[in-house]
C-alpha cells in the first residue's frame, strides 16, 4: 500500500529520524554532514574538552575558515602577518581543535578551501537527500542540490560533534511556485530578491521553502544555490529545489561525489526524492518570473527591495521606513538608479561562483571601474579562483581597475578587515544588508553581479541592460 | 545554563522591528573563542558613538533602564547570523527574556539552549509593550505565562521539552547522550 504522497522535505526529513517527536520530546534527527568554520565552533569545542567527549563521527565533519579570515594574498601565502590578532587566534584554535579531534580541515593554504557553503557544492560532498548542518545560517545554499540544509547555533554545533544528532521539531512546509521565463539582464539574485520583497523578512519564520516550477527547473545550479541562499533572508531556515539531470550533470565527477557503481546506486536513490503528485504544503507562494526586473535593495533589510527602475518609497507615517532611509541616507520618492556608490563588493557565498564571476567580467570587459571607486573580487572558493584565472576573469577584474583576492567571507561581513567606511554606499553581491554589516555605519545596496558590475561602471547605480 | 523558574523585572523596550543579530552583536567582536565578556559589546552600533562614548539617547544608555531583565521588541526580533553570540550578549548584559510579536527560528533555539527565554505574544499585547517601557511583568516558565501590570496573564508558546529543560535545568548535550543506544541503532541501519 503506497503511502500518503510526500514532499520532497518530509522524504529527506523521514529517513533521518533516529527518533520520531512527542508531545514532550523533539525528534533526534541524524546529521549527514557537518561543516565547521572558525568563528561558530571555538565554543563548542571547548564543551566537548571539558566533558571529555570524542567528535562521534569525524568523518561526517569537515572544517574549513572563511569568516574571519585574510583575502590578502600576503597574509595567507607571503608570509605576512594575519592583520587582525584576534582573527588569527581564532584561524589557530580552528586548527588546534581539528588537530586535537580527527576533524578533516581545508586550512589557510588549502586549495580547497573557501566559504563553507561554496566548497561544500565545489567538491560534491553536498549531495541530494543528505542532512547538512553549519553554526552559519546561509547553510540553507545547500538545499540546491535536494539537501535538506540548515544553520544552527554553536551549542548544537557541540551537539552534532558529539552525536552527530540534533534535536528538531519539524518545520512547517511552504512551496514557492515560479513560472515564466525571466527576462534578459534579470538573474536569480533578482529572482529571490523578488520573492523576499513578496514574503517580507519574517515570512518564511517556522518553514522550510521548496523552489519549484518551470522557471526555476530552468536554473542552473548556481543559480538555483543563489536562490536557496537567501532563503534565510525571507526567515526560512532552509530552502530546496528537488534535484533533477541538472543536478546530476553538476555533482558527477566532482572530487567527493560517488563514482562508478555507486554514482549509479546514488542517482537512482536521487531521482525518488523529488516530491510525489498530491504531496501538500502548508503554504503556497505563486510568482511570476517574467514580470521581475532587475532588483537593488534601498533600505536595511533584504525585504527593503525596489526593482533598478524603480523608486524609493516614501516613508509616510512608516517610523521603520523613515530608520531605514535616515541610515542609509537617502531620500523617500528619488529613483534609486543613478545613486552614487563608493564600493562594489562581488562575492559570498550568495553570488561568487565561476558563473557570478563569468557574467560581471562580461560587463566590465573592455571598460574601467568609475575613478574614486574600489571593487572587490573574492572568489568564493580557491578552486574557483584558479578556474576564473584559467579563463583569464582575473586579468578582466584587474584592466578594470578591480582588486583580485584571495577567498573568504571578506566584505560580506567585515570581519577580516574588509570593510566599508562609514557614511560610504555599497553594491554588494552578497545577502544581507543590515546597519553595520559591512563595517560600522556602512551603507549596503544588494543586488546581482550583472548589477554591481554595471554600477561599478558607471560609479552610479546602473540599470545593467544598458552596458549589455 | 542557570535554570529558570519565574522571574519579575520592569521591561526595557526596543520598539524597532527586525532586530537582526548583527545589531545585537556586530561581527567584530566575533573574533572571540570564549562565550564570555560579549555583553560589553550588546548594541555596540546603538549604544555607543564612532568614539566609544555612550549614546544619550539610546534607551540601554537610560538610568532608567538599569537592571532591567526583560527586553521588549518590534516584530522578527533575532533575524539573519545563526551566531549565538547574541543570546550570548544579551545573557552577559543581564537581559533573560526577550518579549516579541515574532522571535527568528535560530534566535529562539540559541536563546533557549542558554536560558534566555523567547517570548511571543500577540498583537495586541505586543502593542501595549511597546508603548508602556519600564512596566514591571512577571513572567512564570511554568505556566508559560506573562502578567502584566493588571493582572492579565498573557499565555504564550513554548517547545516543551526546552521549557522542561530549562526549569529543571536539564542538560540537552546529557539527554542527547543517552538516545546513543537508537543513534548507534540507526548508524547500522544507514
Ligand atoms: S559569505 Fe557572508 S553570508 Fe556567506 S557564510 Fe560568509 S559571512 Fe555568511
Redesign the interface.
Known sequence: MPGAPRTLFEKVWQAHEVAGESAATPAVLYVDLHLVHEVTSPQAFALLRDRGLPVRRPGLTLATMDHSTPTRTEQIFGGAPIAIESAARQIKELERNCAEFGVELLGLRSDQRGIVHVIGPDLGITQPGKTIVCGDSHTSTHGAVGALAFGIGTTEVAHVLATQCLLQRKPRTLAVEVEGTLRGGVTAKDLILAIIGRLGVGGGTGHVIEYRGGTVRNLDMDERMTVCNMSIEAGARAGMIAPDETTFAYLAGRPRAPRGADWERAVSAWRELPGDAGARFDRELRLDASAIEPMITWGTNPGMVVPVTGSIPLAGSDAVLARALDYMGLEGGAPIKDQPVNVVFLGSCTNARISDLRSAARVLRGRHIARGLTMLVVPGSQQIKRQAEAEGLDRVFLEAGAEWRESGCSMCLGMNGDTVARGEYAVSTSNRNFEGRQGAGARTLLASPLTAAATAVRGRVTDPRELM | MQPFTRLTSRSVVL????I?T??II???F??????EGLGAHLFA?WRYD?RGAARPDFVLNRAASAGCRILVA???FG??????HAPWALLDYGVRAVVST?I???FR??AL??GLVPVIVDEPTGEWLLAHPGAELTLDLAAATLTLPDGTRVPFPI???AQ?CLLNGVD??G???T??P??E???RR?
Do not use: V, W
Not at chain 2, 15 to 18: E, K, L, V
Not at chain 2, 30 to 35: I, S
Not at chain 2, 79 to 84: D, N
Open positions: 520598539p524597532a522591528t527586525n537582526d548583527d545589531q556586530p561581527a567584530r566575533l573574533t572571540t573563542t570564549t562565550r552600533d564612532e518590534g516584530r522578527n533575524c539573519g547570523s545563526s551566531r549565538e515574532g527568528a527560528d535560530i533555539n540559541n539552549k542558554n517547545e516543551p521539552f522542561h540537552e548535550l539527554y542527547l547522550l538516545r546513543t537508537e543513534i541503532a540507526y548508524e544507514a
